[in-house]
């Protein structure tokens, strides 16, 4: 500890981590630590208390507020930013003490700082207990174990001799053995030190009792003050004392007990366990008036925050009250963009508000809202679902039409298109103001263009533009005509997107904003613009992730999942799926990553037990989801997968019904011709037209291969180049496309085409690779492709450190990385090989117009 | 008892209306009660962005602890030693 905290600040900064049970010395060896830093250094306290529903970003406010003074960080947005900036200014030390109580909005303002920590002069310092699965102090944690500066503690419990150490010889001379008291104590050094303190007395036969001991001699009274501290959170308010009747020689009196501290902020126990054992003490039913006594004081001192004005309401038993402050809590994190928190008050304020009001409607609905950004969705669709009966009974008929139209897009959010077509005809139908109506025709025209009805899309529009919102409706049916139009292959369809989407951030739309990328990005893949594709989520992913749009983000990075497939980035193409699957998000956003993490299997041979998993859940999806281009990439993956000698599959028999299908509907002529060539590789060929196919495919099926693979060059999908050379009649093409797939890293689409050129009675095949001699841009992940481009771009260490948040030290190592994997011996040789390399200028959008002529594919 | 000067910064006290003041001196009389000790807040003088109180107790630990309940800030809170005027110049020097 001292150590790590004696950086002089200028360098850079570290995160400590201090993990130890209740009572194990967390906070001990921190203020120890703190005692003995050096001069200069500033020390910030952000504490977590122990309510049920944390504050959101209550610490970082804490903090921020002993900064600045207070009214700073009131919202998620931007709080990131803004806090790292400010906690930087001087080399400080940032103590996150009981971190077990964080809320998941401060988690993320610290990810953001612990990203950055290497350049800033901060030691973050987080001291927790252990924490149950899915808490959002895991995330930071996570963060943390993946960074390669930190320094991670675990305070290990006493042994006999530290608790001899401790104790003295004082209890044993009563015949009571050290290893007794570490028995009973579990070697809690805490717990030790409450038995110390009580030399001569009878060894308790609990903990508990050995806090309460120190209680013994106390007056009622002052045991009833003892037990009303200990029903505040982590302290009691100072400003609360004048109207608790806790006058200061009663307080004194209270503070030889050892058991009570005063900080700055208020009256507080020496330890959480001495709390609890206190508050376990109280009496049944008296729990309840102590809440309520700390509550009436509360609202005296008129400055409570709304979370901990509800957790004493809620214990107090108080309806009314709870409902009240839970509401003003929710709206308070709501606005703090701390939905997971948002979530907990609503529910709480609608356990307690059980008529069927418009009052009860309108959280229902928020609640809703927050819940899906949660990316709970059967409980979103349950929340405004209720929200809807009541708008009915209530005969609202604007809510009615807001709660189907908002249940329409959860539905297809959960990938359910038949419930969403319903809601949102619902909606319309609904007799509603212009501002529902608009919103309700802007969603059926959205469902209409995914489902690529594009005439329907349109038709909607149309009807829609001469009763102009001010609402997203206009917006949202603006991007639907541009997604329309880039479906068809219109030129301008990519400008117009991204001009709404700017159009949408200006007015603070965000979420229309995302899902123009979203549906930019998605065409850009599908119709394999890769080098823009690139470029967009280059842009968009980091958009999502700073407005928080987890769909979009989920959505966009299932997207880069499936760019990383298709450029032959396996390592890159899986950390996204995986990245998205285990967000379990919505059905909508996992369905690609599904296909891409059975495509992957099938090609590496590595995890090929997860194939038919992976395949069952996107057919489940897919189904319905019913979109084409989802349906025929999925049986595209299936064939794929025979070729490859798994067992045929069910799921082709119906690939004539679907191609015919999908053949009437545009924007579909790369995944036709995906499944087209696939089945005729594995003999299921239709023998059908070519002409409409974009050119790679046409080429291959008319026995062009060498031709196809040159194409595919060009668009710079060496997997599918490489494949398709395999398949050439001559066999000098096919040779040489079993070396590129051995190139790849695709042992088992190598060892197939092996087989297969072996079976067709091929001679002089290329000898099969020895293992851990391939070195290609495969193996690099996400953060190595980053690093990768801009040595690409010549950037010397520090400029990397610079443009990526890292030191010179970190960013070296993923230089020497990145040399490792593409067997080069010089960054130099980075830079010559970029192109080849699919290196390529990264990052910022280019200009858009430049592509139009590349849309003739359509 | 003695007598403690309190200086309190805070900023904008000359625009304090009558109504704050009035919610001031409820709270710090409050705060004055609820000590259990003996106390006396003889009188605030408003000045720039400042408040200087005069308060009559025991310890001066006593006073910050008034300044806690009341939620008011104590920036220095000094021990009044002796007090002096004009008309010491007419007194005998010791």
Redesign the interface.
Known sequence: MERVLRTDGSASGTVVTIAGAAGAGKTSVVGAALAARPAGLRVLAARCDPLSTPRPLGPIRDVVAGIDGPASAETLLGAEADFAATVSTTPSVLVVDDAQWIDAASVEVLRFLVRRIERIPVVVVVAYRDVPIGHALLALLGDVARMESTERLTLPPLSAEAVRALVGERVGEHGVDHQAIRDLTGGNPFFVAEIARHPGQVLPTTVRDAVLSSTAGLAPAEVDALQLIATAPDVLD??L???L??????LRRLESTGLLVRSPR?VAFRHELARLAVASSIEPGVDALLHLRVLDAWEQ?G?GSDAVLTHHAAAGGDVERTRRYAILAAADATAAGAHTEAVAFLSLALEHLDDATAQRATLLEQLSTEQYMVSRLPAALTSIDEALRIRELLGDRDGVSVAHDRRAVVEYYSAQRREAERHADAAAAASAGPEALASAHATRAYLAYRHLDVDEARAIADAQRDRPTTGAADLRLAITEAGADLVEGRASARTRLVDAANAALSRSFDEVATTAYSNLSAFDVEHRRLDDAEAVLATSIPMTVDLDIALCRQWQTGMRSRLHLLRGRWAASAEDAAAVLDDQGAPLTAVWPHIVAALLAIRTGADTTRVEAHLASAEQIARDLDESLVTLALRSAVAEGVWHGRADDARLDDVARRLADAEQRPGTQWAVGDLRVWLARTGRGDGGPTAGLPEPYRLELDGAHADAARAWRDLGAPYDAAVAEVHARDAATAAAGLARLDALDVPATAARARAMLTARGLRALPSRPRPGTLANPSGLTNRQLDVARLVAQGLTNAELATALYISAKTADHHVSAILAKLGLSSRREIVRNAASLGLGRPGEMRDVAHVDGALGHA | MHTFIIERNVPGASQLSHEDLVTIARTSNLAVESLGLPYEWVTTYVAGDKLYCLHRTDEPETVREHARRGGFPADLVAEVVAEFGPQTAGEVAA
């Open positions: 100072n400003r004392l004048p109207y009747g806790l006058d200061v020689p009663l208020g001192v400055a």
